[in-house]
């Protein structure tokens, strides 16, 4: 089939479906259709009620303006504030208190300038009232809300959708990331975008002061915008506190886009010109691997390339030939106990910019676009690329593309794939916004090109609906599928938020016909594996996810900073209508004004198996249903502290055995250089005979080294019985200038039984990498 015909198929299939109200073969039985009226009537009520619109973006929040203007004088990057221009420069200051509590201004005095000259945006800072330093590491992207630090957000376009974070402690450590509409949780960032920027640092008895220097040709901008979104924050990890210029509530994130104040420029930034970039890189990899009828022996030498090409000040386009990913930092491996696949986040740097486009379409975990099917294998093994291209950015300050490319290669046996993805976000009224997608995926050999009906296509569309406020938010999406052999398959979402600063409401409604495929997506629960009969089963499914969280802020509170009860339920329901799993948990956290945390976990779950399933090496547990239940429990230290640890537990039954875990992890800091930590995970599985039990170890050591601000040494060690696998990581990073680095990377791995005595494979790489400005 034509690849253009089965998009054009694809999109008049999703408009016939949302013409229709979603109403389709694929939505008509099951249980959880009872939800979807409620779920629409409050929909609709979030759309029509006008007094969630009215609030705006609150005359308060507007009267937060900084003036910045052209620099008098060359400005020397060197943290000290002597020239003329920051003498004369607008300044904000008065912070607001964030946390633990948003209704008081900040204990400690913070204040910040900017100017410009043609090339960079000047960001001058003095956070004055320190106490003891708290910096957790040296290394660049690395632990940024666990130590003291000022951070900049800035939304270049004012559109509240995307921006960009900047970020220096005390001691110069960087850490950058994109921004997108939907704040994530601050432990779900990852820091992996880099680009160029530089700053400096001076520290004194009782403050420190810090100067960035961030390029035009770093951001993403409208030539001609003459007031951009801006806010500042700071961590004040001593006290435990998180400042904010901009009042922002304690129930949202201190990058939330939704809470900027204005950046007043004297004159609208001109267009940077040209901005090219090019990253060449070699490598040199020698490689045994000792698992095969002989053993192999390799050296490698690669070459290859990143560009970065600035189409307009916020549209860029990003090139990259044969490129190579060893230096990306290994998966920390999990146990897994379950029926399904695990997910692990994307890391590779070409991924990374502009990925909220992307990596936010469905809803976690379901997502129809997740990168990592894309040079991965599903062992999370390398699949060489020959070539990628990603255009991603604004067309206008309400309109965002993203394009992206890639093909792998083929190799012997081995088919390669073209993929292809193409996205737009369109923003409506002032946080909300209508959004799709279309992907391909298409096998060719090298031989007879591309392969008829080997392909698979899908393409979605959902909208998105946020009150100015970002305390209501409510979706409806609606994705298909073509595959050869399967025709065309479906898959809805609704779901309705609420995040106040007491109570907080989530209810979430899935429903993913049995044709629906996602060769470039991460959708759980669909491929089940039947051992009594050694074959997969592919099944629709559909979900319904409620959950009503309470919190308590106590005033003044000297030890606890918050009480949060929570009461969530699952139903999942199969094609039939069968209930095939429910979980029923309560969730009770104190967050201690110490940053520990103590959480204490009940819940019941039910599941009719529908297909005989292996957890141990005995027989597999037969179909049928299954009631258990069990507690978990957890507690986390003081992490400032030199010494911190944090333990779990979860006893209970499962199925109709019992599976108990066990979880300590003991971790050391040497502040600013050092951190080593040690982990050690049990879990015992014991079903009754003849289904046999597992007992599953997994240890975790690893030691991070930083020599100073530009080399780095992380070793790391993994030893996993249910993999039976002990790996050990070890990687030299030398960033000998901005955006080049050298990598000297060891890596080996062992069969653990016998103890460690057969060595599976081994490598070392060398990989160095350059940045020509152009």
């Not at 008081?104 to 204040?111: E, F, G, L, S």
């Not at 020959?386 to 067309?395: D, I, K, P, S, T």
């Not at 141990?616 to 429990?633: F, H, K, M, N």
């Not at 982990?679 to 289904?691: I, R, S, T």
Request: aromatic residues 14%.
């Amino acid at each position: 089939m034509n690849g253009n015909r089965g998009y054009m198929k694809l999109f008049t299939k999703i408009s016939t479906l949302f013409q229709n109200g979603g109403r389709g073969t694929f939505l008509r039985s099951g249980p959880p259709q009872k939800v979807c009226g409620p779920i629409y009537l409050l929909f609709l009520v979030l759309f029509l009620d006008d007094g969630l619109y009215a609030q705006g973006k609150s005359s308060e929040l507007d009267s937060y303006r900084l003036r910045i203007s052209r620099a008098m004088d060359p400005i020397r990057i060197d943290g000290v504030l002597e020239e003329a221009s920051w003498g004369n420069a607008d300044q904000a200051s008065d912070f607001w208190m964030q946390f633990p509590t948003d209704n008081t201004r900040a204990d400690a005095r913070t204040v910040v300038r900017m100017t410009y000259d043609e090339r960079n945006v000047y960001i001058g800072v003095i956070c004055y009232d320190v106490e003891d330093y708290v910096v957790q590491t040296l290394r660049r992207d690395m632990d940024f809300f666990k130590g003291d630090a000022i951070a900049v957000v800035i939304d270049p376009v004012n559109s509240q959708s995307n921006g960009f974070l900047f970020g220096v402690s005390p001691f110069n450590v960087q850490s950058e990331e994109l921004l997108g509409a939907n704040a994530q949780q601050r432990n779900d960032m990852t820091f992996s975008w880099d680009n160029r920027w530089y700053s400096e640092v001076a520290r004194y008895e009782d403050h420190y002061v810090v100067e960035m220097a961030i390029p035009f040709k770093t951001l993403r901008f409208e030539s001609n915008a003459k007031e951009w979104g801006i806010n500042f924050f700071r961590n004040d990890v001593a006290r435990n506190q998180y400042h904010s210029w901009t009042p922002l509530p304690v129930n949202f994130e201190l990058y939330d886009l939704g809470y900027t104040g204005n950046l007043v420029w004297d004159r609208s930034p001109a267009k940077t010109g040209t901005n090219i970039s090019v990253i060449p890189y070699t490598a040199v990899n020698s490689f045994t691997d000792k698992e095969q009828p002989e053993v192999l022996r390799e050296t490698d030498f690669e070459a290859g390339a990143d560009a970065k090409i600035a189409i307009t000040s916020s549209l860029n386009l990003d090139l990259t030939l044969n490129p190579d990913f060893s230096q990306v930092g290994v998966d920390e491996q999990q146990t897994n106990l379950t029926r399904f696949d695990l997910n692990y986040p994307e890391r590779r740097a070409f991924f990374l910019e502009n990925n909220d486009l992307f990596a936010e379409f469905g809803y976690n975990p379901t997502r129809p676009i997740f990168t990592r099917r894309i040079g991965l294998d599903e062992d999370n093994m390398p699949v060489p690329i020959n070539f990628g291209a990603r255009l991603g950015g604004n067309l206008n300050p309400n309109f965002r593309i993203g394009l992206l490319h890639m093909q792998t290669k083929a190799e012997g046996e081995n088919l390669g794939q073209n993929y292809s993805i193409a996205v737009f976000n369109h923003r409506i009224f002032e946080r909300s916004g209508i959004r799709g997608y279309a992907t391909n995926r298409q096998a060719y050999s090298r031989s007879d090109g591309p392969i008829k009906n080997d392909y698979g296509r899908n393409a979605g569309m959902e909208f998105n609906l946020m009150n100015p406020v970002g305390t209501w938010s409510a979706r409806a999406a609606m994705h298909i599928s073509e595959k050869h052999g399967t025709g065309i398959g479906a898959f809805s979402n609704l779901g309705l938020e609420h995040a106040g600063r007491q109570w907080e409401l989530r209810v979430n409604y899935w429903k993913i016909s049995k044709e629906y495929h996602a060769d470039i997506g991460f959708i759980p629960n669909l491929d089940h594996y039947d051992a009594e009969n050694d074959r997969e089963v592919h099944l629709g499914w559909e979900h319904l996810h409620t959950r009503v969280g309470y919190i308590i802020r106590p005033e003044g509170g000297a030890r606890i900073v918050s009480h949060r009860i929570n009461l969530r339920n699952d139903l999942h329901f199969y094609q039939e209508g069968i209930l095939g799993d429910r979980e029923t948990r309560a969730e009770y956290e104190i967050r201690f004004q110490n940053t520990g945390r103590l959480e204490f976990r009940p819940k019941n779950q039910y599941t009719h198996l529908s297909f005989a399933t292996e957890f141990t090496e005995g027989e597999p547990l037969p179909s049928g249903e299954y009631d258990y239940s069990r507690v978990d429990l957890n507690y986390e230290s003081d992490n400032r502290n030199a010494f911190s640890w944090r333990a779990e537990t979860g006893l209970g039954s499962y199925y109709n055995g019992s599976l108990n875990k066990y979880m300590l992890e003991l971790r050391y800091r040497k502040q600013p250089w050092g951190q080593f930590s040690f982990a050690w995970e049990q879990n015992y599985l014991k079903l009754p005979e003849p289904y046999g039990e597992a007992d599953v170890t997994l240890i975790t050591a690893k030691s991070d080294v930083s020599f100073n601000t530009k080399v780095f040494w992380t070793t790391i060690l993994q030893y996993n019985t249910q993999e039976d696998n002990f790996n050990v990581n070890s990687r030299l990073q030398w960033r000998y200038r901005t955006m080049s680095d050298i990598f000297l990377v060891y890596t080996d791995n062992y069969s653990i039984s016998p103890f460690l005595e057969t060595n599976r494979n081994r490598a070392i790489l060398l990989k160095i990498n350059y940045m020509f400005n152009l």
